[in-house]
């Protein structure tokens, strides 16, 4: 099967045919940095970087841009707020991003450009597109002619009528109430730049433009972004560059979908935006990533307590077989022999995986079939370790090597198991409100019964950390688990 994606432009799943042979140009909108961001900013982020791998994994050679809008009146604001240059945020909250990105475990992007960085080629467009009389200036002002652009809408499926009849704050010196901006005068204490149209600064659509111009030329193979920037922002950016150069921008355009807390939208009103930095200062890197990729990228995913828990279940299933497979190898001696049967489960597992990421990246199969995996390795029955031969260690090397392919395809699975296990604990005990110091009394309690060949109340004890959902593992790590149901 080859590869096929949803292509936001023709509304149809399509077979990926890129401009030059095996190579991708993939440009992804980023953030405007002004501040934290919340966990929906992230998954972009997270799904675009399993493109990118898949893609390469598969043999293409990607180049991948994510861009930085670094002049915006969100960040002006601030600055002002807090007595500094805009730049002194802009650039703070870059570095907070991409501490947040490296706890996630991204692959770095090839290109991060900044909208500062790209002034003169996005003055070059805008004159470009005046001389076309695509554009046209009032008061050092540049608006876009989007009647200039006759297929205006295509992106979007919106028609010009139809917004028309809902825009409030017109502007009356347009010559269309769609016109939008490309360049604007600065105020007093905003930054600017010296134009053919007096010192101003770029509209927030141009610069994505230029960008892309910049890198990659006139054409790209891929576009990125959320879903609420299909209109007006990747709209405008359509016009802006084939009016320009009258080419086909972008030959497929993807975006993910919006992401709610509990069933309802983030919002400041209602007090429910939780940044990626506080949730994987709460939760875990690990559990926002299986939690992004366990739902397809163009569906809505809720975010909720009940959610997390079963993510946190889900990776307690698989890190703990990671860990058996990494114990088992270092225990046996000997190469290790290739079980063929469990190697044919493999294989066909790898055919259902392309299959899936091969179809629009359905990563909420491709999470399956992980599990799947995980599930036929435990099946092959492991018992007493004093026990475990080649035979164990050959599947063992196998199933490590299968799961370890697919964690750094996907950014999962990469942590110390052990190490995860116990922080999985942590916050399994949190969520499940159950306090770690008696649980910890409890054990020590039993162990004392134990010591004393006192079985009943060793076997009570254990009855009472049962019911709190606690599991003991004598002999093995910190000494239990905390039981999480993936129901």
């Known amino acids: 099967m080859s590869l096929k994606l949803y292509n936001t ?78 730049i002194e945020i802009s650039e703070r909250f870059i570095k907070e991003f991409e501490q947040d990105f490296a706890t996630l475990g991204l692959k770095k992007h090839d290109h991060n450009p900044k909208v500062t960085e790209h002034i003169p080629e996005i003055i070059n467009i805008v004159e470009t597109l005046v001389a076309k009389d695509r554009a046209y200036v009032i008061d050092g002002e540049v608006f876009y002619s989007i009647d200039s652009f006759k297929t205006y809408g295509k992106l979007s499926k919106k028609k010009l009528d139809e917004l028309d009849a809902h825009r409030v704050d017109v502007d009356k010196r347009k010559k269309n109430p769609g016109d939008f901006v490309l360049w604007k005068p600065s105020k007093p204490g905003e930054p600017s730049w010296d134009s053919p149209w007096g010192k101003g600064r770029p509209g927030w659509h141009i610069e994505c433009s230029a960008m892309n111009r910049s890198l990659f030329g006139d054409s790209i193979d891929i576009h990125g972004g959320g879903i609420d920037l299909i209109f007006p922002h990747h709209e405008n950016e359509i016009a802006q560059s084939e009016g320009c150069c009258d080419k086909s921008f972008s030959t497929y355009w993807m975006h993910n979908n919006f992401i709610n807390m509990n069933n309802e939208k983030m919002s400041k009103s209602l007090g429910n935006i939780m940044t990626a930095r506080s949730f994987c200062e709460n939760y875990h890197a690990e559990i926002l990533k299986y939690l992004f990729l366990s739902v397809h990228y ?190």
Not at 29 to 37: E, I
Not at 342 to 371: G, P, W
Request: charged share 30%.
């Open 9 to 86: 432009l023709s509304g149809e799943k399509e077979t990926f045919k890129t401009l030059e042979p095996n190579k991708v140009k993939m440009y992804v909108c980023g953030p405007t940095v002004y501040d934290f961001l919340h966990i929906g900013n992230f998954r972009g982020p997270i799904f675009f970087n399993l493109v990118r791998n898949w893609l390469e994994h598969s043999g293409y050679d990607v180049t991948y841009a994510y861009n930085y809008t670094d002049v915006d009146d969100k960040i002006i604001k601030r600055a002002n707020d807090e007595g500094v240059e805009s």
């Open 298 to 487: 163009r569906s809505m995913l809720s975010v909720s307590d009940e959610k997390i828990v079963q993510v946190i279940a889900a990776l307690n299933r698989i890190y703990s077989s990671i860990e058996l497979a990494k114990a088992t190898i270092d225990m046996v001696d000997g190469e290790g022999v290739v079980d063929k049967n469990f190697q044919i489960t493999l294989d066909e597992l790898d055919k259902k995986i392309k299959a899936s990421l091969d179809d629009d990246f359905n990563t909420a199969e491709f999470v399956s079939y992980v599990f799947e995996g995980v599930r036929a390795f435990n099946a092959l029955g492991f018992g007493n370790k004093q026990k475990r031969n080649v035979n164990h260690k050959g599947c063992s090397n196998q199933f490590y090597a299968w799961i370890m392919k697919y964690g750094k395809i996907s950014a999962l699975f990469n942590e110390d198991p052990t190490t995860m296990l116990n922080q999985l604990d942590e916050i399994a005990l949190k969520v499940n409100k159950i306090d770690k110091a008696s649980v910890e009394q409890l054990i020590e309690k039993r162990k004392e019964a134990r010591d004393a060949k006192d079985w009943e109340a060793a076997d009570k004890i254990r009855d009472e950390l049962n019911a709190l959902g606690v599991e003991l593992t004598d002999g093995s790590g910190r000494g239990y688990r905390v039981k999480l149901s993936l129901d």
